[in-house]
């Protein structure tokens, strides 16, 4: 069993950027592919940006440019820099994993982009 645990979110100004770290037990972390989701409230869940384990990435066209996904292996951790924060970014923001198939979720944090 993987348990990803997300930290990072919180209010912020529109224009201002934030870093979501998500920490991932287990000793086979570099072999996942790993993502980034995001759910607003009454809208499905999205995903917003997602690196593999040869670290290529693919973003949605929403965050192109403005957010960075990244990884490192040897921490176990995989980031989300998020900048130039609009209000519409404002969502609940989920990590994600899988691994060979097997699909595990983080609780989720909350950013909120707000003046």
């Known amino acids: 069993q993987v348990q990803l645990v997300e930290s990072g979110g919180g209010l912020v100004q529109p224009g201002g950027s934030l870093r979501l770290s998500c920490a991932a037990s287990?000793?086979?972390?570099?072999?996942?592919?790993l993502a980034w989701y995001r759910q607003a409230p009454g809208k499905q869940r999205e995903r917003v940006a997602r690196?593999?384990?040869?670290?290529?990435?693919i973003y949605t066209g929403s965050v192109q440019g403005r957010f960075i996904i990244s990884r490192d292996n040897a921490k176990n951790t995989v980031y989300l820099q998020m900048n130039s924060l609009k209000p519409e970014d404002t969502a609940v923001y989920y990590c994600?994993?899988?691994?060979?198939?097997?699909?595990?979720w983080g609780q989720g944090t909350q950013v909120t982009v707000s003046s």
């Open positions: 690196i593999y384990s040869d670290s290529s990435t």
């Open positions: 994600f994993a899988n691994w060979r198939g097997n699909i595990f």
């Open positions: 287990g000793s086979i972390f570099s072999d996942f592919a």
